[in-house]
């Protein structure tokens, strides 16, 4: 009863960030439909003023003007997609760990309910169903951890690069790209990271229910 009662609640909080991260996207759809209204309302200024080149005089400076502002607005609506980006990564984690925690919560219990029932032929089943899943998760680590390693050892060639004496303690064009390239290796290790670590918590669950059918199956 008390496992029901909680799976009930994950999944009403489960429902609400999925209703939040819906309304994200659609506030993303409707922020990239305005940079891309001022990104045409730059080029137009822009190509305004190349026709004008070499003149000086009201119109001129208005478009000018304009053509600052605008600017500053399509900087603003970027900065409110980065913002909306990063809620949209945040809520995908959160959606994630109670995703896992109702999924866990749910084989609790149809483990319970089969091993309350002890018909034989059932408990074997559900064995097969949680050794299909316990083979499924390990061959989902072991290619994880190869993309793990994959950036790990990418990020370690960048920080040789960035070391290198004609790069060391320069600012310039190559070593900012380096850098970019370094931060996002960095955090792509470390989401194969936390992924690892949540594949290796269910299979952990599997593995000890798995131990409970058997246990009542001898």
Do not use: Y
Not at 26 to 43: P, Y
Not at 99 to 125: H, M, N, P
């Amino acid at each position: 009863a008390d496992v029901a009662a909680l799976e009930v609640r994950v999944s009403a909080l489960l429902d609400q960030l999925l209703d939040a991260f819906d309304g994200h996207s659609h506030s993303v759809q409707k922020t990239k439909k305005d940079i891309d209204g001022a990104i045409n309302k730059l080029r137009s200024l822009a190509l305004a003023l190349r026709v004008r080149r070499g003149r000086v005089d009201a119109e001129v400076d208005a478009l000018r003007g304009e053509l600052v502002s605008s600017l500053f607005a399509a900087q603003r609506k970027n900065a409110k997609l980065t913002r909306l980006r990063d809620m949209q990564a945040l809520l995908g984690k959160e959606i994630g760990l109670l995703e896992r925690a109702l999924d866990g919560l749910r084989w609790c219990g149809r483990v319970r309910g089969v091993v309350a029932e002890g018909g034989a032929q059932k408990i074997e089943e559900e064995v097969a169903v949680l050794l299909r899943d316990i083979e499924a998760a390990r061959e989902a680590v072991q290619a994880l951890e190869g993309r793990r390693e994959s950036f790990a050892e990418e990020g370690r060639k960048i920080v040789a690069a960035l070391r290198a004496p004609e790069l060391l303690d320069s600012v310039n064009a190559r070593t900012g790209e380096l850098r970019e390239q370094l931060i996002a290796a960095l955090r792509e290790e470390e989401l194969a990271a936390a992924r690892l670590a949540a594949l290796r918590s269910e299979q952990a669950l599997r593995i000890r229910l798995l131990g409970e059918l058997r246990a009542v199956s001898t």
